[in-house]
């Protein structure tokens, strides 16, 4: 059964993995490749960039890259190094879908340390479920396509939980060193993902009693995963200016569509969109009967799962930002209540009720939980294969004459092949010609440079001074709508879009489809020049 899991966990990970290649629909996915990228082009093991921190990732990526290289230049594809970058930059799918496959691997075995924590917290049923509910996920899922850190930060974070767990029933002080290891490998790829920490903490003072002589075991854990930090990051040290410089631009209050609405309204927003969104209203439901069972009979979950659970979910509604993203941390301990839940629920339904035939019951319940979850699973899928993006993609094919300029705001490399003059926004740079830059292998300190702390690379964040520079006959703008709708808080980006449309004309708007096709409002503007 576990074995069928974790197949249909890697399926459904893998069906739609290519998505939109070869445009780049994720504006975070260059960011890690163009960056792991850099290091082996330079020869350094220093990422030069630090906001998540994500080093554990970009490592992971140049080690995909090498691979990848490696077995090019092994097979005639490539004649040299030179050919295999040239052909990077021409086609970014070839570096992109091993890079996504190693995420999606990273989405699996999540399943199995799900399983593997549910297993030691209430049996083999228990642990099945939850892998079950997890493999099914359409959160889950969806970022174990997307290259980014929160699916790894994940694998992590599972492994120090689990860690905790034999801490509080074994109290092996291998336990304790393991914990605090996998904790300092987690923060290495996501800074929030530290918090996870508290469940050995927690865990190792409830074993010891709660005892002043337990701090020596808190204080070897704290310094375990300090140590087991520096080693996977060392250049957070060695770099610390620029790490000061991307954790100052990551802590931005507010974020085009992603803006916040204070505690309350952030509690809200994730239990009704990503949780109730992928786990349904019945799991959420009983999501919240497996926290107060758990947390009121269960000890392990009490002081071995849920302390850190519960930090990381209060840290996350707290934020200024609310992204769906962060979310994804939560699923496999969402996933292990609901487990908890119909375990639980199940069995006293069985004492109390001895006659009833409830031996296929576990199997029942799951199926029932998981059949509306794998539909929107795959109706995210679907979405996804089907980004508003690539039907504008089409849109220009089909009705653009060659030789026109087209001012774009997206990676959209499935049209630099065709028979335009493309510009792309480039904050400090102004509009740039993308062949020209992608011919000279821009580096990401590059576009970091030229980015100079703006949150998005969009027409909105190009200085007033350079607008002139994005003059053109077309522009597909993807991100217009989102500063249309909160005016408000950006009344200088939004105006530099009016600007640029006044007197242009409307040709196309493609708005995603539930069901149907994903991704932003994209407008198809012939302008004025």
Known sequence: MLLAILALALGLRLHGLAFGLPALNDPDEPLFM???????????????????PGTITLYSLALVMVAVAAVGLATGRFASIDAFAVAAYADPGLLFLPARLLIALCGVACVWLTWSIGRRLGGA??????????????????????????????????????????????????????????????CATKWPAVLVLVNPLVASLSRAGWRPRAVGGAA??????LATLLFASPFLLLDYPMVLHDLAGEARPIH???????????????????????????????????LVLSAWRDRAMRFAVLPGFFLLFLVIVAQPLRWERWAVPLMPFLAILIA??????????????????????????????????VQAAEARTAERMNDTRQRASAWVRGHVPPGRTILIEHGAFDLLGGPWRFLFPLGAAGCIEPHQVLGGRISYARVETLRDTRPVIDLGHVDDALMGSCAADYAILTHYDRYRADRARFGEEYARYERLLRGGSVLAVIRPEPGESAGPVVHIVALRR
């Open 220 to 225: 070897l854990l704290l310094m375990i995963a």
């Open 340 to 373: 908890y839940a119909v375990c639980r629920l199940l069995d006293a339904l069985r004492a109390r009720r001895p006659g009833w035939r409830l031996a296929p019951g576990e199997a029942v319940v799951t199926l029932l939980l998981i059949a509306p979850m």
């Open 125 to 186: 049923r228990l642990g099945l479920i939850a892998a079950a509910l997890l493999a099914v996920n359409a959160l889950h899922i969806g970022y174990s396509q997307v290259i980014r850190t929160d699916v790894q930060a994940s694998v992590f974070m599972l492994l120090c939980t689990r860690a905790a767990i034999a801490i509080l029933q074994d109290g092996r002080r291998r336990d304790l060193l393991m914990a605090g290891f996998w904790a300092g490998f987690a």
């Open 256 to 290: 085009p569509g992603a803006t916040g609405g204070g505690l309350f309204a952030n509690l809200g927003w994730y239990l009704g969109d990503p949780i109730a969104g992928s786990l349904g209203v019945a799991g959420l439901a009983l999501t919240i009967v497996g």
């Open 34 to 52: 163009m960056t792991a990228f850099d290091m082996l082009r330079g020869h350094s093991l220093n990422p030069h960039w630090f906001g998540h």
